[in-house]
């Protein structure tokens, strides 16, 4: 039987004024299984807590119920109370009787009437409450962050700069990402590289950060501080502990026509290569697709040449297994290339080019030395049409959202152009000026009032060819949809941002959810924007969505305090409040069939497949099992569940139902 | 019919299955479920008009699981019965082979139940004419008496549970009704026990339904409580636009959710 | 092989031509051509301007129609009624409650089933694959294939061919040993129905678009629309008009075409009804010079 | 003739409503004493059963309220508990149980007149409907009948 | 006493209906109502059913009702209180057109009702019920009363035996002291027998087997294969028992709000899977084959042991409620056949 002592405060006369807590206290000493019953001033102030501390000695209580305000505000204050008095905190429940009763009501029977329904009730609850324990979970002590670009940089850095080890895991040769590719940034039009490449530098240089380029993730298993990761560290056919990065097998290659990934295909690069001069690591990777031994068996050019004899052409991927407590996604994004528009061309015009192509035509390090040539014949354009929203918030082409950053780099884009081609005339066709942020709008005024830039609002219906020039046909709607037709050198189209090649493939690796266009989908989209549903897995940059560059790095510093912070101690410690599956004795073992219903409901994935084995090891049975270092205790899982073999601690099925059935006992006055 | 006759024994010969199960003639004209591990009986399999059992039932019974391998015979019910239970993790794909009977009676070829899943495509679904025209008769009424219907009608219930026992989707270890920490469903056979017990069938094979109407059958009262389930089929496509039994992947009505669902009620 | 066809009002009127030229080369591939029986008008612009229900309901009936015959596909030359008839079966098959509506307007049951094909998903789909062995004569002479708006619009319902770029005739062209060529007009707007109300119109539209294929270098325009045809072709007074210079490039149906490859009589094809005569010199396209890699250089080379 | 209280059960999620309700407390906003509220960690959680069971037990309307869609603090346990409540409203419909007895409602934290707007619409509603006799019929009935009389 | 033979019609026998249901009694008769055949409390004489063959359920519902009310419960804040129901007031109810199936079914629940524990509440039920029997002159393919020692003429546990006859008239066999006091009561209504014969009318019911030979073979087949053969089709369901007027497992539930409620004897079954489960998570009865085993056994193998007499009248209910086809004679049948392997 139980032992509940009861404590009604009066909250000054917060309380006491509408409700006679006086009746309260007295009509609940008179319900089964109680066995104290009081009423004081200031139940939270010192004198009483400890009120309830000397109670649940004097009368050895087996539940306490503190009749006050609301839960959300001094439930931690009476369940600690309850602790230092050697109750478990959990025995311990608030009836709100201020803010939903005293405070909402006259004073009358009604309200006392209330009050003690609320107070019978939670005296019913609190009898099915069982002692709990916080959950500790043990915290690996080293981060992975996916992905070198700006936000994964900015990631590592800061994680690495609070004590911290990192592993940081780049796709490609180098890391530097988007960023490096960039000429200039707005809205300073400060040179990319030049602030980039120094961050660069710091995380190889970085004694807590482990560098892999040329890497992938194979696979992620565990949870939140407990994470084994494999990852896939595609080989370089170098040794890379050999090379000095000297380069000269790469001005040896006799491949030299590859069209360069990081040039945008507007530069060739050989088969030995680094993606570009500033390279980390300033090591060469062998291209084996394009590679003359690889094709053909013969060739070793690099090999002979190599100073230090580092090249080995037998090498072989390598997979490593690490243990890691928190992982940061920063895998970026990608565009859409102008073969994704048959109405300009279909990719089939030479001079109709993207955003990025453009970056390495106006980048003092890019194919053209930073002079503005079309690729066609090379010659320097006259006139320029620029294409904002090429692609995005079009419906039609399945991008209904707003890619963000085209905006701005479409001004800066027809700024540069004018800068470099004085006589040169800029046309932009835009839907909405979206210039929201520190010196943006005033970035894009400039384009238009200083450097004269054309622009146009309408859409450009469609793009073909002409003697040699690109007839664009557009319409300004602000006169009143007049079609207009502009003969230009090149186009440029802002092409939408989209979700990096292979995201879906590696959110379904992490147990990341991920929005219908692929993009990493956050924990909350206002509270927890750097939060994915998995716990101990963050986002930085934009891999969430298309962001800037100052966004992208707030983002990856947020990131990196949420790792920094689940580092903070050795042990995770978690509120009980998680979901269980119910045990039984054999042969049945739980109620659960097995049905996983149960998982796709989970927000967090926090629901495993648990295999029952016999003595022989063969499986007799599966059913869910939580991982209750995942579980964050929703309780959805449990309202499904058909057979009931889910509860939630802290709200049990036992403990609402007799709530229920407890606050309908008496008639309401 | 003989190529039904003929498959089954070509499976039993080949020792792809190990158990066939079909229909036979029973007692009294009646046509009932049979179970066949020798190929030489496989004469016994029948298929008319009197095969309305859910046999997909079975697939969930200790002992028959116990066979291994099973081939079962398949009308409609049966085909998207058995995605149901594969789609619950009841029944690995791998131990399973769907003969599947057509619309015409017959015999039809899956190779896999992806290609089930793809018959399945094609055919409209659906409640049986008659029940779902007895169900519009309801929907006609009024509140009131629909009310009055149901309650004379459930108050005749006697618990026997056979709707649950016929029912290939009741296959929990402990039902709710069994369930006793709390008391979720009042256990007498009294209207109040009967019209909770009622509403938890119902509510639970909301999504999961295939109108195959076996529940009705199985009542020895004759109280029409597979209209209950039917009509929940029907609103669950209409609401949801999810029909139970289409897909191998598990993405039932109340086990998923779209951001714009529609309702009108949620103040 | 059996077809039905709805031929909708100008295929027996104005666009003889085309039907004449669409049965001639479904003769000769051995395709016959069914009229579904009792057909009506789809209603074309004027009913979906007035009444929802009646612009779905009149195709739907001419679809039923189709149903209650046993016709599992039908072809429609005209893009007009081909996009009506597609329009109705797809609004109808997405809302089962107008469907029941439709179906009692028309008192007959619409199913919805019927597979709907445009003349060049015919030929796609019945005439190409046995197009290698019945040409008599290439089809050697270079072409503006133009596909308008109704062929390929709205790519939502219609989901034929890429909307923006066509290329269901271009490849057809080729398969005849014809030359297609890449120009700027393939989907722009002809003037359609103002025809009669706003002719000049019509000839500024059509003329951009008969300009654009001449100075391209296109012996004929090639279409798939009786009212494309009638504007680009009938039209052609209004379109010198606009042009100023007197433009004679005929306009063939892509059917002409095949025809004429296939050695059809130009009578039976129905060529002598065109406005502008149809005559072509023969048309063989240069070699393609031996690449010079200076033209090839990449750029950072410059 | 004495006015009829209703009585009303109002189950409701801790992150909006709760947190609502509290606000309405703080706001001083009046509101009607006829609903005894019950706290859950999510509408997620949230069991139809109990609703039946609060019918069964005396109640003779509910109020189920939680976050608005997109707001849950799980993110997604509203939405499944929306068609939870959509396919219980067509059960009860079907089965000829008004399902106006229950009101359901999107209540924010920062909604605390909204929640005293509920709470007395609800009231209202539900005493102009009047007592829940037919449930609580049922409840009665069955076993007397078996006994001895009638 | 010795029984007594008389003749009433059809106008005299609804009189009699009607003034025993106006003289207070709790009228129990079979009515035609949902497409089937079932007994109801005090229908008018114009709905009651004579020309079924078989109603759903049984009679046993007027002594072993569905759920009974066993005692209420009030609790303070220490103590519980105990409320008793004052079985006296049990009503007298009057089985009506009960065919001899059904009338003969009561003395097997006498049996079990007072076998180690003398049910009060049964008792009191079961003193207070007038049997007015009704011969058979219609059986199907189900009804197997003639193998298990009964007929359709059967007068075992009829206080009045009625048989249709041709012209419409009946024969009432007055069995009982408790039949002759309402044949006393209601003597205008009732006229001489001229010596009709029953047997004449009786519908003919084939004998299937012998039952002493099934009991005899189930006495070594208790690891018999047969079980999970036949069983395979069963799916679990308690159709079989509810509807069987000797079935008596129950259940005990106790329902309470605030501390108040009442204890309840339901309707159980055998067939159940959850019927034997032990908290233990051990279930001696583990699969659906020995379930239905112990239905078989317990009617003709353990109640011939103890109680001298047959589980089962053979009226065919539970065959025709089965949703599976599972027909208790066609395995009776088998059963008799069956040589049981010498061990």
Same mark, same amino acid.
């Given at each position: ?234 080989? /370089? ?219 146009? /609002? ?156 016999? /003595? ?54 | ?267 | ?302 | ?150 | ?343």
């Amino acid at each position: 039987m139980s032992r509940i002592g009861v404590f009604v405060c009066h909250c000054g006369e917060n309380i006491s004024a509408t409700v006679d807590v006086a009746k309260v206290a007295d009509d609940s000493s008179r319900l089964p299984g109680v066995v104290h019953s009081v009423d004081y001033k200031y139940m939270c102030s010192d004198p009483g807590q400890t009120l309830v501390k000397e109670a649940i000695k004097e009368h050895n209580l087996t539940g306490v119920v503190v009749a006050a305000c609301s839960p959300r505000m001094h439930e931690p204050t009476f369940r600690k109370a309850c602790a230092t008095a050697g109750l478990n905190p959990y025995l311990s429940e608030m009836a709100n009787v201020r803010e939903h009763c005293s405070w909402v009501h006259d004073k009358g029977e009604q309200t006392t009437q209330k009050a003690f329904d609320v107070v019978r009730a939670m005296i019913s609850k609190v009898s099915n409450n069982g002692a709990l324990e916080p959950i500790k979970v043990p915290v690996t002590k080293r981060a992975l962050v996916v992905g070198g670009g700006v936000a994964g940089i900015q990631a590592a850095l800061d994680i690495a700069n609070c004590g911290h080890q990192v592993i940081l895991v780049e796709r490609s040769p180098s890391i530097g990402g988007h960023m490096a590719q960039l000429s200039e940034t707005f809205p300073t039009l400060d040179c990319s590289q030049c602030i980039l490449t120094p961050r660069m530098v710091e995380v190889a240089q970085h004694p807590n950060i482990t560098l892999y380029t040329y890497s992938e993730i194979e696979s992620v298993d565990g949870f939140i501080g407990n994470f084994k990761v494999k990852i896939r560290k595609r080989a /370089r056919n170098l040794d890379e502990d050999l090379c000095t990065g000297c380069g000269l097998c790469t001005t040896k290659c006799p491949q030299k026509k590859i069209p360069s990934e990081f040039e945008q295909g507007l530069g060739f690069r050989p088969a030995i290569y680094t993606p570009f001069p500033q390279a980390v690591p300033n090591k060469p990777v062998i291209d084996h697709d394009n590679c003359t031994y690889y094709k053909s068996g013969k060739c070793k050019v690099c090999e002979i040449v190599c100073p230090t004899k580092a090249i080995r052409f037998e090498q072989e991927d390598t997979i490593l297994d690490v243990e890691i407590g928190a992982i940061v996604l920063a895998t970026g994004f990608d565009i859409k290339r102008s073969d994704f528009f048959p109405e300009y061309g279909k990719g089939k015009y030479k001079d109709v080019i993207d955003g990025l192509q453009f970056e390495r035509l106006a980048s003092a390090s890019g194919p053209t030395q930073g002079m503005i040539r079309r690729p066609s014949d090379g010659q320097i354009p006259k006139k320029i049409v620029f294409i904002a929203c090429a692609g995005s918030r079009d419906p039609a082409k399945g991008i209904e959202y707003c890619s963000k950053i085209c905006c701005m780099y479409t001004a800066k884009h027809a700024m540069l152009y004018k800068h470099k081609v004085h006589d040169g005339e800029a046309h932009v066709f835009y839907m909405d000026i979206r210039a929201g942020g520190k010196m943006y709008e005033e970035f894009v005024r400039r384009a238009i009032v200083e450097d004269h830039v054309n622009y146009t /609002r309408g859409r450009v219906s469609t793009i073909y060819e002409l003697d040699g020039k690109l007839i664009v046909k557009g319409a300004d709607t602000l006169l009143g949809a007049q079609a207009v037709e502009i003969e230009a050198d090149m186009v440029v189209l802002a092409t939408a941002g989209i979700a990096n090649d292979g995201s879906e493939e590696l959110a379904q690796k992490m147990h990341v959810s991920y929005d219908e266009h692929k993009f990493f989908a956050e924990a909350h989209p206002k509270l927890k924007p750097v939060e994915t549903n998995t716990g101990g897995i963050f986002l930085a940059g934009a891999c969430q969505t298309t962001r800037d560059i100052p966004d992208s790095v707030s983002m990856a510093s947020g990131a990196a305090v949420k790792v920094a912070a689940l580092f903070s101690s050795d042990l995770l410690t978690r509120e009980p409040i998680v979901a269980r599956v119910n045990r039984i004795p054999g042969p049945s073992h739980s109620t659960c069939v097995g049905c996983f219903m149960c998982q796709p409901v989970c927000p967090y994935q926090a629901i495993e497949r648990e295999e029952i084995k016999d /003595r022989a090891g063969n499986v007799i049975k599966s059913l869910a099992r939580i991982n209750e270092g995942l579980c964050q205790g929703c309780g959805t899982c449990v309202a499904l569940c058909r057979s009931k073999s889910i509860d939630l601690l802290g709200y049990t099925d036992n403990q609402m139902h007799s709530e229920v059935l407890s606050v309908l006992e008496e008639a309401f006055v | 019919m003989d190529n039904l006759r003929k498959k089954a024994k070509e499976l039993l010969e080949s020792k792809t299955v190990d158990l066939v199960i079909g229909y036979e003639n029973g007692t009294n004209g009646k046509a009932r479920a049979v179970f066949i591990k020798d190929p030489e009986k496989t004469g016994k399999l029948i298929y008319d008009d009197r095969c309305k059992q859910n046999l997909a039932v079975y697939l969930n019974k200790h002992e028959v699981k116990h066979y291994g391998k099973i081939a079962i015979v398949a009308p409609l019910m049966v085909m998207r019965s058995v995605l149901v239970l594969v789609s619950e993790c009841q029944l690995k794909p791998e131990n399973i082979v769907v003969l599947g009977i057509g619309e015409d009676g017959s015999l039809l070829d899956f190779p896999s139940l992806e290609v089930v899943e793809k018959y399945i495509a094609k055919i409209p679904l659906g409640n049986p004419e008659p029940d779902q025209v007895i169900i519009d008769k309801l929907n006609a009424m009024s509140m009131e008496q629909r009310r009055e219907f149901w309650q004379n009608e459930l108050e005749r219930c006697f618990k026997c549970y056979a709707c649950r026992a016929a029912c290939p989707m009741c296959y929990c270890l402990r039902c709710t009704v069994e369930c006793n920490q709390p008391q979720w469903i009042s256990a007498p056979a009294h209207p109040l026990g009967n019209l909770e017990w009622h509403q938890l069938r119902t509510m639970h094979l909301t999504g999961r339904c295939v109108s195959c109407g076996d529940c009705g059958r199985a009542c020895p009262l004759n109280i029409p409580i597979h209209l209950l389930t039917m009509q929940q089929a029907e609103e669950a496509f209409h609401m949801f636009g999810v029909r139970a039994g289409t897909s191998q992947k598990a993405d039932s009505a109340l086990s998923t959710y779209k951001p714009d669902d529609k309702e009108n009620f949620i103040l | 092989m059996k077809l039905g066809i709805y031929p909708g009002c100008s295929l027996t009127g104005s666009a003889r031509d085309y039907n004449e030229s669409v049965f001639a080369i479904a003769e000769a591939c051995d395709i016959q051509l069914e009229q579904v029986p009792d057909w009506n008008c789809c209603g074309a612009t004027a009913a979906h301007n007035m009444n929802k229900e009646l612009s779905l309901a009149l195709p739907a009936r001419i679809l039923a129609q189709a149903e209650k015959v046993g016709m599992t596909d039908i072809v429609i030359p005209c893009a007009a009624c081909y996009s009506r008839l597609m329009v109705t079966q797809h609004e109808l098959n997405n809302d089962p409650v107008l469907k029941n509506r439709v179906s009692e307007i028309i008192e007959m049951d619409f199913k919805g089933t019927t597979a709907i094909l445009n003349v060049v998903q015919m030929i796609d789909k019945y005439v190409t694959p046995v197009l290698k062995d019945k040409i008599v004569k290439n089809f050697s002479h270079k072409v503006a294939c133009y596909y308008g708006c109704l062929m390929v619009r709205p790519y939502k319902v219609l989901q034929y061919d890429q909307h923006e770029d066509p290329q269901g005739m271009d490849n057809v062209i080729r398969l005849l040993g014809g030359t297609a060529i890449d120009w700027g007009y393939k989907v722009e707007c002809c003037g359609a129905g103002l025809t009669m109300s706003k002719t000049e119109i019509v000839g500024m539209l059509s003329g951009k678009i008969v300009k654009d294929a001449t100075r391209r270098g296109a012996q004929a325009i090639i279409v798939a629309c009786p009212m494309c045809h009638s504007n680009l072709d009938m039209r052609r007074p209004a379109i010198n008009e606009y042009t100023k210079e007197k433009m004679d490039i005929p306009v063939l149906y892509i059917t002409d075409a095949i025809g004429m490859a296939l050695g059809i009589d130009e009578k039976k094809l129905g060529l002598q009804r065109h406005f502008v005569p149809v005559k072509m010199a023969e048309y063989i396209p240069p070699v393609p010079e031996p690449k010079k890699p200076k033209a090839k250089e990449p750029i950072n080379n410059l | 003739m004495e006015q009829f209280e209703p009585k009303l059960v109002a189950f409701v999620c801790n992150w909006c409503t709760y947190a609502g309700a509290d606000l309405t407390g703080t706001s001083r906003i009046k509101y009607a004493t006829n609903v005894r509220i019950i706290r859950f960690p999510c509408t997620g959680r949230i069991d139809f059963m109990l609703i039946s069971k609060a019918f069964a037990n005396g109640a003779d309307g509910v109020i189920v309220s939680g976050c608005h869609p997109n707001d849950c603090h799980y993110t997604s346990g509203n939405f499944h508990a929306r068609r939870r409540w959509m396919s219980f409203n067509a059960m009860l419909t079907f089965m000829g149980i008004d399902p106006e007895r229950i009101i359901f409602s999107w209540v924010s934290a920062a909604e605390g007149a909204k929640w005293a707007d509920i709470v007395n619409q609800s009231v209202e509603k539900i005493r102009k409907i009047g007592p829940f006799t037919e449930y609580q019929k049922l409840v009665q009935s069955g076993i007397e009948e078996e006994n001895f009389n009638g | 006493m010795t029984p007594e033979t008389k003749i009433i019609d059809r106008v005299a026998l609804d009189k009699l209906y009607e003034s025993l249901k106006a003289a207070g009694n709790k009228m129990f008769a079979p009515v035609f109502r949902n497409e089937q055949t079932d007994f109801e409390y005090n229908p008018s004489a114009a709905e009651i059913s004579y020309s079924h063959i078989q109603t759903t359920q049984s009679v046993k519902n007027t002594v072993f009702p569905k759920i009974e009310n066993l005692f209420r419960f009030e609790s303070g804040q220490k103590s519980v209180e105990l409320v008793q129901i004052d079985f006296t007031k049990v009503p007298r109810v009057i089985v009506w057109n009960a065919h001899p199936c059904d009338a003969a079914a009561f003395s097997a629940l006498d049996a079990v009702f007072n076998w180690d524990y003398v049910d009060e509440i049964y008792n009191a039920r079961r003193e207070k019920l007038v049997v007015i029997g009704m011969s058979c002159i219609k059986a199907d393919e189900n009804c197997f009363c003639t193998s298990v020692d009964l007929g359709p003429g059967s007068v075992k546990g009829s206080d009045i035996l009625l048989t249709p006859l041709a012209n419409g008239k009946f024969i009432a066999e007055i069995l009982t002291d408790l039949g002759k006091s309402i044949a006393d009561e209601n003597a205008s209504l009732f006229t001489a027998s001229n010596g009709e014969n029953k047997e004449e009318v009786l519908a003919k019911v084939e004998k299937h087997f012998s039952h002493e030979k099934v009991t005899e073979n189930l006495k070594d087949g208790f690891e018999n294969p047969f079980w999970h053969e036949f069983s395979l089709r069963c799916i679990g369901c308690g159709a079989c028992a509810y509807v069987c007027p000797i079935c008596t497992c129950f259940d005990i539930q106790d329902e309470s709000k605030a501390g108040n409620g009442r204890r309840l004897r339901c309707w159980d079954s055998c067939g159940f899977g959850m019927f034997t489960l032990h908290t233990s998570g051990h279930n001696p009865r583990e699969v659906q084959s020995q379930r239905w085993r112990q239905r078989l056994m317990h009617k003709f193998s353990y109640q011939p042991d103890r109680n001298e007499f047959i589980g089962c009248v053979g009226c065919g209910r539970c065959s025709r409620a089965c949703p599976v086809d599972m027909n208790i004679l066609e395995q009776l049948v088998e059963l008799e056949k069956i040589e049981v392997a010498a061990k």
